[in-house]
């Protein structure tokens, strides 16, 4: 089976790892398709169109468009996927390319990334698909499951790619970083920064530094995914956000080896340990859903360095035998294929 992803733009390069991870893991074969690049965050990408356009003929994403069985619409709020072949047709190709002639014959499948727009506007959504023939929905955190006949599949993270393995070097997670050298690095990487509780973060690690000034809050924004993901790994602990549920952040932190502290409610966790069929005390989430519960666990993560040790380990262990790419690569292509 031919699987082609089709989105504006890939959330934190998770459309990506989710494509590789069907090529490496599965017989099928997944393709992705981007139109817009978030440029400061330099996100990987396989068929860039701006790029690949510029340079080559259109071929490869008109053979790609025509020929693949199932096609995968992410991030709906950024386009109108039912008029956008006309435009796109207007912008790359010299005739008529249509909704429907691109999606006769295929399964429609509709992803949806935790977006503000689709918490806000489900009923729309609902009624939308209708009109757009979708077969399925996939939502890729259970808060999102409130969208008629949604399926919960997660993102995955390739463990095994040097960005994300642990560092084997310093003790207690102490690194120099800018210059300072003995401080434990309090991190969070909001992407985007919208609900994320950053100002609410950034008062609890003022406090926190109150009473271990060996502290400092870590703030990773508006850089490129690499250089990200390198300074992550020289965290401390990591923090995700109170909107009870977890980000893409929570997965990176935890693949590093790195304690997450975040604010899944219980639907979430009952939600996770169904998909991966384990039970709540496997899931290395520390969870905290308020102010006074972030600092409480911050404070004793500071205190007790070997308790961070044995976080970090079950979470590293966690990503790389439960939390798994080919794990997730088979439910999707199982989904597909029902």
């Known amino acids: 089976m031919n699987i082609l992803n089709i989105t504006a733009t890939d959330p934190a390069g998770a459309i990506y790892n989710m494509a590789n991870a069907v090529n490496k893991f599965t017989e099928h074969k997944s393709r992705v398709i981007s139109f817009a690049k978030v440029k400061q965050y330099n996100f990987k990408d396989d068929i860039y169109t701006e790029d690949r356009l510029k340079i080559e003929s259109p071929d490869e994403v008109l053979w790609l468009l025509e020929n693949s069985d199932t096609l995968i619409f992410h991030k709906p709020q950024e386009l109108e996927w039912d008029n956008f072949f006309i435009d796109f047709e207007n912008k790359f190709f010299k005739r008529k390319i249509t909704y429907n002639e691109i999606t006769k014959g295929k399964q429609i499948i509709f992803q949806h990334h935790g977006e503000p727009y689709s918490k806000q506007n489900v009923f729309e959504l609902s009624e939308r698909y209708k009109s757009l023939k979708a077969n399925k929905i996939i939502v890729v955190t259970p808060d ?43 991190c969070q990487s909001p992407t985007p920064t919208c609900n994320k509780n950053m100002e609410l973060f ?67 966790v009952k939600h996770i340990n169904e998909f991966f069929n384990i039970d709540e005390k496997q899931l290395p989430f520390i969870i905290a859903n308020d102010e006074n519960g972030l600092q409480k666990s911050i404070e004793n993560l500071l205190d007790k360095p070997g308790l961070r040790g044995h976080h970090g380990k079950k979470s590293r262990n966690f990503m790389e035998t439960i939390w798994t790419e080919k794990y997730i690569a088979d439910k999707l292509i199982e989904y597909i294929l029902l």
């Open 202 to 268: 950034a008062a609890v690690c003022h406090k926190v530094k109150e009473k271990y000034p060996d502290t400092r809050q870590f703030l990773l924004y508006n850089i490129s995914q690499f250089e990200c993901l390198r300074l992550k790994r020289l965290a401390y602990l990591g923090f995700d956000h109170f909107q009870g549920w977890y980000g893409l952040s929570s997965l990176e932190f935890m693949s590093m080896g790195i304690p997450v502290i975040n604010g899944a409610d219980d639907n979430c």
């Open 144 to 186: 999102l499951l409130n969208i008629k006949n949604s399926k919960y599949i997660p993102n995955c993270i390739p463990v095994n790619d040097f960005t994300y393995i642990p560092r084997l070097d310093g003790k207690n997670g102490y690194y120099p970083i800018n210059g300072e050298s003995n401080v434990r690095f309090l």
